[in-house]
């Protein structure tokens, strides 16, 4: 079955620091991934997506991902982390294995603390 | 052009009593999607419906859960005899298509508790 993989449940980073965000899924064919953030309380706003093409992907709020065909990954990144950026992110995959499809997958999330 | 918009924003049941959560979908969107996030937890599929039909409700409890998309009004995930254990938050997602293909919008979320 698909799933979704964050290894990472809790990260701090420095304000300005660089961040990445790490993801692995399992699927044999091309993935339809996304990463969402969740402020507290909030619901998820879209990030980024990758259906296909161009393997690195830019998003909104400066981010970006790389999808990784041979380490099935598609981690997260940002140059300089904002105290704003605190928030959880979760990586999900598209369902696509069988049965009904179109339903998303997550990770359980990564929790981002930001130091002044 | 507003987003997805779930009523109400909180909740809150006594054990026992019947909770209804609402969606009303993208305009244009005929695909919605619920989702239950438990506390430390991610989101977790429920059920996926079109206008008038359950496409799939794999994800969804066989006892006291059910969902609907009616012809005309949101998409309603009606729960009965509510425990302690169904309070979560509960997130409605639409699409515009099959797969996500054209992407996902999500809902704020309804946060039930129930006491």
């Known amino acids: 079955a698909q799933s979704v993989t964050q290894p990472d449940i809790h990260i701090t980073v420095s304000e300005g620091a660089s961040l990445e965000l790490r993801c692995n899924y399992s699927?044999?064919?091309?993935?339809?991934l996304f990463w969402y953030v969740q402020s507290p309380g909030q619901g998820l706003q879209l990030l980024l997506k990758y259906f296909s093409g161009d393997t690195l992907v830019q998003g909104i709020k400066g981010f970006e991902a790389e999808f990784k065909r041979s380490q099935s990954s598609f981690n997260l990144r940002k140059p300089s982390v904002h105290w704003s950026d605190a928030a959880e992110y979760f990586c999900a995959v598209v369902r696509q294995d069988g049965g009904s499809q179109g339903n998303l997958i997550f990770g359980k999330g990564t929790k981002l603390s930001v130091k002044p | 052009n507003a987003g997805v918009m779930q009523n109400p924003r909180h909740l809150v049941r006594r054990r026992g009593q019947e909770a209804r959560l609402r969606c009303s979908p993208m305009?244009?969107?005929?695909?919605v999607y619920w989702y239950r996030q438990l506390p430390e937890e991610g989101l977790k599929f429920m059920v996926y419906l079109q206008k008038e039909n359950i496409i799939d409700e794999s994800g969804m409890p066989k006892e006291r859960f059910s969902a609907e998309f009616p012809k005309e009004g949101p998409s309603i995930l009606r729960i009965q005899q509510v425990v302690r254990g169904d309070s979560a938050a509960y997130f409605c997602a639409s699409s515009g298509g099959a797969q996500g293909l054209y992407g996902y919008t999500f809902g704020s979320g309804t946060r039930l508790t129930v006491v």
């Open positions: 305009k244009g969107h005929s695909h």
């Open positions: 699927y044999g064919a091309t993935p339809y």
